[in-house]
C-alpha cells in the first residue's frame, strides 16, 4: 500500500514569512496528492489539491508543487498570518479512484510566531 | 455547504462496553470513512463504504467494525472497548462522481476509554 512521508513535525515560522512543508509518497501509482488544514477543535479541511498531469498549483497565498519522477510535494505558504497557525496533513490517493480511502501524513504543526 | 456531522463530541466508556459512533452527511455522498487520528500517527483509515451495505477494510480495521443501512450514515462499532482504543475518530464523506475527491469531515468524536 501507500506510505506518506511528511516533514517537519513542527515549523514555526515569523509572521510574514514563508512556510514550506515536504511529503514524499512511495506508490508511482497515487495521482491525486490534496492538503488538509486542521485547526483546534475542527476536522481536517481541504485548501489545496493538485493532480499528477499538473507540476504547480497556486491559489492566492498557497501554493502546491509535485515532482512525479522523484514522487515528492510540497505545499508554500507565502506571506503568512496568525490564522495560518494550524496542522497541515498531506495526503495521497491511489489510481483506484475516490472511492478508496486517502493515505495521510502524520502532520506538521504550523506556529506563525508574531 | 456540506455538513458532516457526529453524534457526539466527547465520550467516555468502560473498557468491555459496547461503543457506537455515529456520522450523518447531509450531502447525498456515496462515499463515507471512519479515521481514527492519534498524536504523531497522523490519520489512519479505519473503514469505508462506497455505497449502502457495502464496507471495506482500510489500514486498520481490527477490533472495528461498521454499518452502512442508509447512504446518508455510517457507524462505527467498537464490540468490545479497549484502552488502546482511545482517540479522536474523524468520519468523512466525498461524492463518487464528477472528478472531485475531496472529503469533508466531521469534527470528530473524542473517545476515552477507561
Known amino acids: 500500500g501507500e506510505n506518506v512521508e511528511q516533514h517537519p513535525s513542527t515549523l514555526s515560522v515569523q509572521e510574514g514569512d514563508s512556510a514550506v512543508i515536504k511529503c514524499t509518497y512511495s506508490d508511482s501509482a497515487s495521482n491525486y496528492f490534496p492538503w488538509y488544514k486542521q485547526e483546534l477543535g475542527k476536522g481536517p479541511q481541504l485548501i489545496i489539491d493538485?493532480?499528477?498531469?499538473?507540476g504547480e498549483k497556486k491559489d492566492q497565498r498557497i501554493a502546491v508543487t509535485l515532482n512525479k519522477t522523484a514522487k515528492h510535494f510540497s505545499l508554500h505558504i507565502t506571506e503568512t498570518q496568525p490564522e495560518d497557525s494550524a496542522v497541515y496533513f498531506c495526503a495521497a490517493l491511489e489510481s483506484g479512484g475516490g472511492a478508496d480511502g486517502l493515505t495521510f501524513g502524520k502532520g506538521t504543526h504550523l506556529i506563525i510566531q508574531p | 455547504d456540506v455538513k458532516v456531522t457526529q453524534s457526539s463530541r466527547y465520550l467516555v466508556k468502560r473498557t468491555g462496553e459496547k461503543v457506537f459512533l455515529e456520522c450523518v452527511q447531509d450531502m447525498d455522498h456515496e462515499n463515507m470513512f471512519w479515521y481514527r487520528q492519534d498524536p504523531g500517527l497522523g490519520l489512519r483509515l479505519i473503514y469505508f463504504s462506497y455505497d449502502v451495505k457495502m464496507k471495506e477494510k482500510g489500514d486498520i480495521p481490527e477490533g472495528y467494525s461498521v454499518s452502512r443501512e442508509k447512504k446518508e450514515r455510517f457507524s462505527l462499532i467498537l464490540e468490545s472497548a479497549s484502552t488502546n482504543q482511545t482517540s479522536m475518530y474523524l468520519c468523512?464523506?466525498?461524492?463518487?462522481?464528477?472528478?472531485?475527491?475531496?472529503?469533508?469531515f466531521g469534527p470528530g468524536t473524542r473517545l476515552t476509554v477507561t
Open positions: 493538485i493532480r499528477s498531469n499538473v
Open positions: 468523512a464523506s466525498s461524492p463518487l462522481a464528477g472528478g472531485s475527491y475531496e472529503q469533508y
